[in-house]
């Protein structure tokens, strides 16, 4: 089955350590999200790719960064991770950008800093 | 302002009877989407049902459908027939025509008991 797929799903990283989350798709989407998601809170948008185009949210802290080596796969990089960081971090894809297509989530990795 | 409200954070409901799960929005921009997902507590986000601004009926998807008042900008959940499994988070979300990602409300807990 076409799916978005996400690894590790729990990941534990020690305060300061870099860390990175993979996301990958079978869909063939065009847009791929990155989204945080903080206990009992919505999520929120950190930033996407269009194709190549990486488009960051203005309110994105610079210790997120993120990579497409190509249309299957993003990464979330954490260069610098602090307590706050902790949360749920949702990969989506979507086949274009307009109104009108829906975004497919993939399961999440769940992050605790220590 | 916010763009997405859901005034209910959560829902005690008995099983078999209907639910209705509250959203409005405020978009000045005359495409749109709306969405809601399910969210169960293993985290993923799992969609259920689109409306598109320019729709003229309202979207149905099995057991759920879309209650689109746009005159009022409500865009509320309908689920017929609860279920036990239908307990989770549910969040409604909106896409704006030239936004990227989703903008989601703060979600509804929705716990449904036999």
């Known amino acids: 089955d076409a799916m978005v797929i996400q690894n590790p799903r729990y990941q534990v990283t020690q305060f300061g350590k870099p860390v990175t989350l993979s996301c990958s798709q079978t869909l063939n989407h065009n847009v791929m999200y990155w989204y945080q998601q903080k206990s009992s809170q919505a999520p929120k948008l950190l930033f996407h790719y269009y194709d190549k185009d990486f488009n960051n949210e203005a309110d994105t802290p610079d210790n997120f960064q993120s990579r497409r080596p190509n249309t299957s796969f993003c990464f979330l990089d954490i260069r610098s991770p602090g307590l706050g960081d902790a949360a749920m971090y949702l990969c989506a894809t979507s086949r274009d950008r307009t109104g009108t297509y829906e975004q497919y989530f993939g399961p999440g990795t769940r992050l605790t800093v220590t | 302002a916010q763009k997405i409200t859901q005034t209910q954070p959560g829902m005690f409901v008995q099983e078999k009877e209907a639910v209705t799960l509250d959203c409005t929005y405020d978009?000045?921009?005359?495409?749109?989407?709306l969405f809601w997902y399910k969210q169960p507590s293993s985290g993923e986000m799992i969609f259920l049902i689109y409306q598109g601004s320019y729709d003229q009926q309202n979207a149905t998807e099995g057991r759920y459908s879309l209650n689109f008042q746009k005159a009022r900008k409500s865009a509320n959940l309908v689920i017929s027939a609860s279920q036990l499994g239908d307990s989770a988070m549910y969040f409604c979300a909106m896409r704006e025509g030239r936004a990227d990602g989703l903008t989601f409300g703060k979600g509804t807990h929705l716990i449904i008991q036999p």
């Open positions: 978009t000045s921009d005359p495409s749109y989407g």
